[in-house]
């Protein structure tokens, strides 16, 4: 379950009725799931490997961090965020930038998660 402490009252009447059970209060975490990280690696970049003959994944993700996380106007290039600092929605739309691109620029199709779990591609 997951709260947000807005009236702090409220959170210490809230939590005064759980006091049978041990919980854990975790910091709310903003930036890319492990989940994400893990497609973006091991299938997006795998199957660009697979289908490209070259191994190097490190190659790929500094490839596309170059073509979509840096801002090229004027002479300085200015980097604008690490995979690892993307939020949850900036990190799909990044993948979905490089699955748009492999698929219209290489002809290589990633499939999104739902189709891979849909398939039984796991």
Known sequence: MLWSV???????????????????????????????NRYLWWWVYGTICKESWDPDKDYFHFFFGSKYLYDYRGKKHKHIKSTTKLNTQEFSEYVEKIRHFMFHQMNIYIPTPEERKRENWL
């Open 6 to 36: 807005v009236n702090e009252s409220k959170f210490r009447q809230d939590i005064g009725m759980l006091k049978d059970w041990e919980y854990e209060i975790v910091p709310f975490k903003t930036t890319r799931s492990n989940l994400q």
